[in-house]
DNA sequence: GTGAAAGCGCTAACAC
DNA sequence: GTGTTAGCGCTTTCAC
């Protein structure tokens, strides 16, 4: 028995094989898939059931050329860094693709040289392959924006538009200020005074705004940070050697981290000085990462909302394709704190 | 100045466009794209010449429809495992993309109900949204392929048809045993005797096959695996608990394990019990998974040639897509070790 | 509410 | 070698 009243191979059915099995036009059939609400109740099921029996279903081909529409979206990934922590685009794709099939879209994905952030969207823009595109990769400046604006071409960003205020874009992001301020607050309230931070080198935007959140909560409490930052490259080593030299020269309690990639860096000085990880020094990382899910003790780490990301890129996406056009602006989703052992007990 | 010389937007340059301003047929320039060595030299120059002013792109939906093929490659994703190490797909699917586009074709992503390892086939092959695809989940034995055969839908598993040796589809596997047989070969060589397996429970043949690679390099040193042996889910957890029974029945020196999951599993009961990793006792995972190279001390690991597999899928693909049919069965990979300091001294 | 005609942009088949 | 004809399967007019 066959999961579906279709013939188990064979061409597929068309239009005309439906309609006449049906004993209505071609018009009709479309009509029926298309705008139900147009046809006669009894018409509507004889051609429902024809469609059944059939197991017929529009060729996207001949939908996509008549429509100027192929209901895919292009999404440009990178290869996962070897020896960092980061599998945030995992997940994110994960999610995008669950999401964008609700609203009737599949996700095609696609590469480009990783030095020149533009190639590959052109070719599938102008081969009429996609629909959209997700832009993910705004940490390099996102040119990808303005280009795909002036090309006209629908997009929405993950990721804000940071060097550019006025861009009009459709664009969603996670506030990581919000995320480190929460992740200080968290170690301040257990009683910790300082509180060092690691983060990326001064040109990441992303960076320096994770660690703005670190800032001001330090400053809303009063309390003092020079001396108790330090800006390095995204590795274990960096993030290894920053705790060190910041141990020895500020002696904090705690650590916050731009990524778990540095938090395990930190991780991995704690060891060497045989400082226990939470009872003598707290350490939260970014991301949740499976590293930090999985390490022990286990990592505290500032979790990306990646699903509601993906649900407020395609809401953003159906608005920019339907019709009527309805323009979105910028969406600004607010991290949480995954809380693991890393934290260490409330200190008296 | 922009990056091509086509308008900055407007409608697309057709065929038709391109004919004219090269003063050929629609047909020629259809021929200068796809046959070009049917044209004289002097015409192919100038259609390629106009070609590039317009900056002409076949449109997609149009070809697709009148080749009956969408040079897109159905991929179905799932949502990668919390809690535990495995980012293999990861890896595969970018791989897989970069691969398909040296092939002319894109990556089209699908998720399907988690129970159902049918859901979403059927419907983007009744509507011939691609190509072919590329089938993963094969844990779950493989009906699809079953399925899909029955279909006569072109497909390439990345598994071996484990239960059904009669299978004759494509497929590449890399083999696990012979993975876990270096790995257990190493820390034989470093003087290693009582080692030590947690795997997963018996109805994964994946696992089964893993295990078979430590047994055999076991029985080949003629030592004892009786009581050395374990058989759990792939949770950190359940390597911490099987590490702990097994150390208290068995005394191993060293573990190889199934996954990165349950090797961290080993590492906590070493790190609990005050055992140093490496010096005391060794273990070495499987995947090398970002886990394994950010964790400290570092984690020896099985890696998988998921590059190498996504090239023999892609391979087979062309295969089966191409003309004339070339039909390629089973290709089976050989992984490699990934030695860190998990694998401790050489023992004296 | 239903049907007939036209055409989206491309390429296979054939004529010249 | 190049041009002409036809049609892939669908949806958007526009009659009826």
Same mark, same amino acid.
């Given at each position: 028995?066959?999961?579906?009243?279709?013939?188990?191979?064979?061409?597929?059915?068309?239009?005309?094989?439906?309609?006449?099995?049906?004993?209505?036009?071609?018009?009709?059939?479309?009509?029926?898939?298309?705008?139900?609400?147009?046809?006669?109740?009894?018409?509507?099921?004889?051609?429902?059931?024809?469609?059944?029996?059939?197991?017929?279903?529009?060729?996207?081909?001949?939908?996509?050329?008549?429509?100027?529409?192929?209901?895919?979206?292009?999404?440009?990934?990178?290869?996962?860094?070897?020896?960092?922590?980061?599998?945030?685009?995992?997940?994110?794709?994960?999610?995008?693709?669950?999401?964008?099939?609700?609203?009737?879209?599949?996700?095609?994905?696609?590469?480009?040289?990783?030095?020149?952030?533009?190639?590959?969207?052109?070719?599938?823009?102008?081969?009429?392959?996609?629909?959209?595109?997700?832009?993910?990769?705004?940490?390099?400046?996102?040119?990808?924006?303005?280009? %795909?604006?002036? /090309?006209?071409?629908?997009? +929405? *960003?993950? &990721? @804000?538009?940071?060097?550019?205020?006025?861009?009009?874009? $459709?664009?969603?992001?996670?506030?990581?200020?919000?995320?480190?301020?929460?992740?200080?607050?968290?170690?301040?309230?257990?009683?910790?005074?300082?509180?060092?931070?690691?983060?990326?080198?001064?040109?990441?935007?992303?960076?320096?705004?994770?660690?703005?959140?670190?800032?001001?909560?330090?400053?809303?409490?009063?309390?003092?940070?020079?001396? %108790?930052?330090? /800006?390095?490259?995204?590795? +274990? *080593?960096? &993030? @290894?050697?920053?705790?060190?030299?910041?141990?020895?020269? $500020?002696?904090?309690?705690?650590?916050?981290?731009?990524?778990?990639?540095?938090?395990?860096?930190?991780?991995?000085?704690?060891?060497?000085?045989?400082?226990?990880?939470?009872?003598?020094?707290?350490?939260?990382?970014?991301?949740?990462?499976?590293?930090?899910?999985?390490?022990?003790?286990?990592?505290?780490?500032?979790?990306?909302?990646?699903?509601?990301?993906?649900?407020?890129?395609?809401?953003?996406?159906? &608005?920019?394709?339907?019709?009527?056009?309805?323009?979105?602006?910028?969406?600004?989703?607010?991290?949480?704190?995954?809380?693991?052992?890393?934290?260490?007990?409330?200190?008296?």
């Amino acid at each position: 028995m066959s999961r579906t009243s279709s013939r188990t191979s064979g061409p597929p059915p068309t239009l005309a094989d439906v309609a006449e099995r049906a004993g209505v036009s071609r018009q009709t059939v479309s009509n029926a898939v298309n705008n139900p609400d147009l046809l006669r109740a009894d018409t509507l099921l004889r051609v429902q059931q024809a469609i059944a029996d059939l197991g017929y279903l529009p060729n996207r081909a001949a939908r996509n050329l008549r429509t100027r529409a192929s209901h895919l979206i292009g999404l440009r990934i990178q290869a996962a860094q070897e020896g960092t922590a980061n599998a945030t685009m995992d997940r994110f794709v994960h999610s995008l693709v669950e999401t964008s099939r609700e609203a009737g879209y599949h996700v095609l994905l696609f590469t480009g040289d990783p030095t020149d952030p533009l190639s590959g969207y052109e070719d599938l823009l102008r081969s009429t392959a996609v629909d959209a595109f997700v832009v993910t990769d705004t940490y390099l400046g996102n040119p990808q924006a303005e280009w %795909l604006d002036g /090309r006209r071409a629908p997009f +929405v *960003a993950f &990721g @804000r538009p940071w060097e550019n205020s006025e861009a009009t874009h $459709a664009w969603v992001d996670v506030d990581g200020a919000a995320g480190c301020e929460s992740a200080t607050r968290h170690l301040l309230a257990k009683g910790h005074e300082r509180i060092a931070w690691i983060g990326w080198r001064k040109d990441s935007r992303i960076g320096e705004d994770r660690r703005a959140g670190w800032h001001r909560a330090m400053k809303e409490a009063g309390l003092p940070t020079s001396g %108790l930052a330090s /800006r390095v490259e995204d590795t +274990v *080593a960096s &993030g @290894r050697e920053a705790s060190e030299v910041l141990l020895d020269e $500020a002696a904090p309690t705690a650590f916050v981290c731009a990524s778990d990639t540095l938090a395990m860096g930190v991780l991995h000085t704690l060891g060497l000085r045989g400082l226990r990880v939470g009872d003598d020094v707290a350490v939260v990382g970014f991301d949740d990462s499976q590293v930090a899910q999985v390490v022990r003790p286990g990592l505290s780490s500032v979790r990306q909302p990646l699903e509601d990301v993906a649900i407020e890129v395609v809401t953003a996406l159906e &608005g920019l394709l339907g019709r009527p056009r309805v323009a979105q602006q910028g969406v600004l989703l607010t991290p949480s704190l995954v809380v693991r052992d890393s934290s260490g007990p409330d200190r008296s």
